[in-house]
């Protein structure tokens, strides 16, 4: 599949006033993106997102690694022509009506007039503001801005669409037709790379995604084979287990239900290695069901685990 | 043109964009009103003035003051706008579209040298409104004496842009209005140096640091003509093309210098 985005090794280090201090907010991110596929780029605050794709975008430099768009470099004018880009809670000229604003973009893109017109109001239809239009944008709420940074990140028609956090500021309908937009996108061939920490937004519309912790990589992959890899059995067992049992090699959790009843949570592959020892202590297995780990739980305990290496997940 | 700028359809893009922007901002607003102050300040003045006097103050207050107004609107949307645009993060999607940095630069420079020639404009027609109100006539080359200040107030425009593009707001009024004060006073330093004695004659060091500044600083004096309006010495039009040359060499200097600060700079 051809690359869309190609990101090797990225670092970013930021260095305080007087170079006093250094915070490295991006440590070594490798992956990929292919043409036609929405991306989720996902992590809690903190974790990188913003700083990847403003290095995507050409806004930061990385400080060693390399990304690249398209094929060519972040920022350059032929790659930035068929590039959309929405950053984090976009801020516009308070004075200007957005039918305004977009035709400034609309006159950088080299859009003829005629057909920068039609665009902008058939984009201003599709993002919900056709009444909105003639308002200057200082009197525009969060939700409404965000619409409008939607509208300029499409106006190009471009090929790759980057947008951080997408649904920030949105009303849950406004987030229901941002992912059916998103998802209609990618029925005409675009591809999408979306940064979010909103995980159900995630889950319903992408193909892959990529965990940032700490700017590291934690997970990488299909959304499917990342949560195969928590699959889980959940196994009860009648009796007190001895206190062994919980360190015991593949046993994720020990807990009692009521008084009589032990719960052991166990990772799939070891979950024979645990019958086998269960019987051969003699002890009552009353049910072995499998249990599929959430996204949510997937990205809690990355958020919550130390410093590990990227797991790729093939799929 | 278009390789020393790029291209002029993205840079008009954003010139139309700051004029737009600008015109309708409250401080500029503001700032009209302020001018508006001025020249019906410079008619009570005018007033106190001996009778043979009033036609010099009028002429002389009045230009001075569109002068002075004409570089608070320069500093202070110079280093206000590109400010702004970083601290609320209107850059992120200007400078994320196919448009180099110095590009948006120059197209910044460009929509506030507009917006300085429509302020200009606006007061120029108050303080001749007033001149002829009083009976005063106009004077001969008032034109030239205009234009020549717009040209001042562009080249500190360029000197506040350059300092925005890296310093804080603050910093940058205070660099911008120390160029325009040194700037103004240079013509002192001119003849101090040819002077038959005094400092800048019997020290070298101090000399030396003379000549820098008279190197290193533009001569805003060139533009400040209102004496010889005031004594009706000709103004011709070739002097004020000179001019222009003068500060559009020292506009593409500041513009060249903010420009590859701009590029290296990362917008985190």
């Known amino acids: 599949m051809e690359d869309m985005i190609a990101v090797e090794g990225l670092r970013k280090v930021f260095h305080t006033p007087f170079r006093r201090r250094r915070v490295e907010a991006v440590k070594g991110v490798t992956f990929t993106v292919g043409r036609g596929e929405i991306f989720g780029f996902l992590g809690p605050n903190g974790a990188g997102k913003t700083t990847t794709l403003k290095m995507l975008v050409g806004l930061i430099r ?8 398209l094929g060519g470099e972040p920022g350059a004018i032929d790659i930035m022509a068929r590039v959309g880009f929405l950053p984090e809670q976009p801020y516009f000229y308070d004075y200007l009506k957005p039918t305004e604003l977009l035709d400034t973009f609309g006159r950088i893109f080299g859009i003829p007039a005629a057909e920068r017109r039609r665009r902008i109001d058939k984009l201003l239809d599709l993002v919900g503001l056709g009444d909105a239009k003639n308002r200057i944008l200082r009197k525009f709420s969060k939700g409404m801005l965000q619409r409008v940074g939607i509208a300029q990140a499409l106006l190009n028609d471009p090929e790759l669409i980057l947008l951080d956090e997408p649904m920030s500021g949105l009303d849950p309908v406004g987030r229901k037709e941002v992912i059916d937009l998103i998802a209609s996108l990618k029925d005409q061939g675009k591809t999408v790379f979306f940064s979010s920490h909103i995980l159900a937004d995630i889950e319903r519309l992408c193909d892959r995604v990529v965990i940032l912790h700490k700017g590291e990589v934690r997970h990488a992959g299909t959304l499917e084979a990342l949560l195969a890899q928590g699959d889980r059995k959940e196994i009860l067992v009648a009796g007190t287990l ?25 990772e799939a592959g070891a979950a024979d290695g645990v019958l086998r020892a269960l019987l051969e202590a003699r002890l009552e297995i009353l049910q072995v069901s499998d249990r599929r780990i959430s996204l949510e739980e997937l990205f809690v305990q990355t958020a919550g685990s130390g410093p590990v290496g990227a797991k790729e997940v093939a799929g | 043109m278009k390789n020393l700028l790029g291209s002029p359809r993205r840079v008009a893009a954003i010139a139309r964009n700051t004029f737009i922007e600008a015109s309708r901002n409250r401080a500029f607003i503001g700032l009209g009103i302020a001018a508006m102050g001025l020249v019906a300040s410079s008619m009570a003045i005018s007033g106190l003035a001996i009778a043979d006097q009033m036609a010099r103050v009028l002429v002389d207050f009045g230009l001075f003051s569109i002068a002075i107004l004409e570089v608070v609107i320069a500093v202070t949307m110079g280093v206000i ?9 209107t850059f992120y999607v200007i400078l994320t579209k196919p448009i180099r940095r ?29 001149l002829a109100l009083r009976g005063v006539p106009i004077p001969h080359d008032i034109a030239q004496a205009l234009v020549l200040t717009w040209l001042q107030a562009v080249l500190v425009t360029s000197v506040a842009l350059f300092f925005s593009s890296f310093a804080s707001p603050i910093l940058s009024g205070v660099f911008t209005l120390g160029i325009y004060l040194a700037g103004t006073t240079l013509y002192v330093l001119e003849d101090l140096l040819t002077a038959r004695k005094g400092v800048l004659v019997t020290n070298d060091a101090a000399r030396a640091v003379a000549r820098t500044a008279l190197t290193i600083l533009p001569d805003l004096s060139v533009f400040n003509l209102g004496k010889e309006l005031i004594l009706g010495i000709p103004i011709g039009w070739d002097y004020v093309a000179a001019s222009g040359v003068y500060c559009l060499g020292w506009c593409l200097l500041f513009w060249g210098l903010a420009a590859l600060i701009f590029e290296r700079r990362d917008f985190a």
């Open chain 2, 102 to 130: 110095s590009e948006v630069l120059a197209g910044k420079f460009f929509g506030l040298a507009a917006v300085l020639a429509i302020a200009l404009a606006l007061m120029s027609v108050a303080w001749i409104g007033s």
């Open chain 1, 62 to 69: 990385p400080t060693s690694g390399r990304a690249r768009i």
């Open chain 2, 81 to 89: 706008l590109v400010y702004k645009e970083i601290d609320r993060k």
């Open chain 1, 242 to 266: 001895e206190d062994g049992w919980a360190a015991r090699t593949g046993v994720v959790a020990v807990d009692r239900i009521g008084g009589r009843v032990t719960r052991l949570l166990v």
